[in-house]
């Protein structure tokens, strides 16, 4: 008989629990506030940086081929659409550098889970600080006289 | 008697290991590579990106005049190994989340890792049989320094 008893548990617990819906759904179900965002973020910029990196890698290798080898994939990146493409690249660096700093504070700052969310905030006015200064210095380098 | 397993886990948890705790180290990895790769890679983009023409300043000339020094060849070869490692464990935590077979696991696993391999040892070479001044090149592309030679 007990055999039977412990059987039914093991069988039930594989079962989904069956979860009512509540009737306010506020503070009940997860959200997604600023810790879900700057993972989103954080996994999307990665993930970009590191396509990136891979063909970046590739084409400095250029360099050990010949000069010219090397100018002819150079010179695509100063047109207007590699340009824009390097201001995304500095946006996702940017955004990944600075939350990767906030993650690296709430592992080993003894307050940092608890300032997670102010620092997020901080995260993002930094980074709006550094396309502020970056941002017209690269447009004026992809789309000015040269 | 019967066990009763943890719910919803499809393989028991996997008993502590002696030895070397991977996952540890690449957790730490992360984190010390991410200090040292802002001070890096801010650096690498103000210097190509930032600094007198921007990215229009780039070309052969521009680099073999960097990797003359042996300063940004030591700053490159940390670029390179650092971010590409912190890039790959990256990837291979994002693989090890979203694969829904243990063969696709598998398969995107190894190709990261030739590919990490492949690009570190290329890469490599490059940096440290780089010749700034190739023979028969044209004396408008290489470092004005080329010319005393």
Known sequence: MPDKTAGTLATTSRRAPVIKPPKRLVGTVYRGREGMWSWVLHRITGVAIYFFLLVHILDTSLVRLSPEAYNAVINTYKTPIMGLGETALVVAIGFHALNGLRIILIDFWSVGAKYQRLMFWIVIALWIVLLVGFVPRQFMHIFGAH | ?????????????????????????????????????????????????????????????????????????????????????????????????YTRTPLTRRILLIAVATATAVLLILGTLVIYTFDPCPAGAAANLVPSFCQGR
């Not at chain 2, 290991?17 to 180290?25: L, Q």
């Not at chain 2, 030591?74 to 650092?82: K, S």
């Open chain 2, 1 to 97: 008697m019967t066990t009763i397993e943890a719910p919803r886990s499809p393989k028991p948890a996997r008993t502590r290991r002696r030895g070397i705790n991977g996952e540890k180290w690449g957790w730490i990895y992360m984190r010390a590579s991410g200090l040292v790769l802002v001070i890096l890679i801010f650096g690498h983009l103000f210097v190509n990106l930032v600094s007198g023409k921007g990215v229009n300043a780039i070309d052969f000339a521009f680099v073999a005049g960097k990797l003359a020094d042996p300063f940004w060849v030591v700053w490159d070869t940390l670029l390179l190994w650092l971010a590409l490692i912190h890039g790959s464990n990256g990837i291979r935590t994002l693989i090890n989340d």
